[in-house]
T-cell receptor, first 114, second 113 residues
Framework: DGGITQSPKYLFRKEGQNVTLSCEQN?????MYWYRQDPGQGLRLIYYSQIVNDFQKGDIAEGYSVSREKKESFPLTVTSAQKNPTAFYLC?????????????FGPGTRLTVT | DQQVKQNSPSLSVQEGRISILNCDYTNSMFDYFLWYKKYPAEGPTFLIS?????DKNEDGRFTVFLNKSAKHLSLHIVPSQPGDSAVYFCAASVGPGTYKYIFGTGTRLKVLA
């Protein structure tokens, strides 16, 4: 059963701590993405990766870091430098240049920082 | 600067009637548009897409219309069902080779039984 998994579903952290959100896909997709959703706002792109060992900043990359060491994995680290880290984080993947444009999303991780 | 706008934050429709969700964009370079449906605490799911070479695309109860001159697209759901109640996002991208999608702020649809 192919899809995207994000863990955990809910995450709580103290201010000043880094936290890493997991994203795994078994769709054999080349491209992966991280978005953030805040109440009343659309999805805003944090980082994206077109291929293994390559990634690009999105519109709101400050305070975040990513890695793409494996095709199926694209973890996101929310660092202490991110001023408003509490949000709903969504990971997505797409076939990339070789296929269709549609992005497939994971179930999301709700991060709360206090 | 919001390049993709969904000006109606919410919409209520009676079951069986038509739901029309609207989306406007400002960047004339956008040439591929997608609609996603999202339930609370879940990731969005892809609904339907349209390329700028078309003005209509249909998939079952869902039809997307694109008016390039007005930079406007709309999603029609006919007939609306209670299970359609969700937040709908439109998204736009610029042609092949790009990976950036710009999402609208979403419209919450409520279908009343």
């Amino acid at each position: 059963d192919g899809g995207i998994t994000q863990s955990p579903k809910y995450l709580f952290r103290k201010e000043g701590q880094n936290v890493t959100l997991s994203c795994e896909q078994n769709l054999n997709h080349d491209a992966m993405y991280w978005y953030r959703q805040d109440p009343g706002q659309g999805l805003r792109l944090i980082y994206y990766s077109q291929i293994v060992n390559d990634f690009q900043k999105g519109d709101i990359a400050e305070g975040y870091s990513v890695s793409r060491e494996k095709k199926e994995s694209f973890p996101l680290t929310v660092t202490s430098a991110q001023k408003n880290p509490t949000a709903f984080y969504l990971c997505a993947s797409s076939e990339g240049l070789a296929g269709t444009y549609e992005q497939y999303f994971g179930p999301g991780t709700r991060l709360t920082v206090t | 600067d919001q390049q993709v706008k969904q000006n109606s934050p919410s919409l209520s429709v009676q079951e069986g009637r038509i739901s029309i969700l609207n989306c406007d964009y400002t960047n004339s370079m956008f040439d591929y548009f997608l609609w996603y449906k999202k339930y609370p605490a879940e990731g969005p799911t892809f609904l339907i897409s349209i390329s700028s070479i078309k003005d209509k695309n249909e998939d079952g109860r869902f039809t997307v219309f694109l008016n390039k001159s007005a930079k406007h697209l709309s999603l029609h759901i006919v007939p609306s069902q209670p299970g359609d109640s969700a937040v709908y996002f439109c998204a736009a991208s610029v042609g092949p080779g790009t990976y950036k999608y710009i999402f609208g702020t979403g419209t919450r649809l409520k279908v009343l039984a």
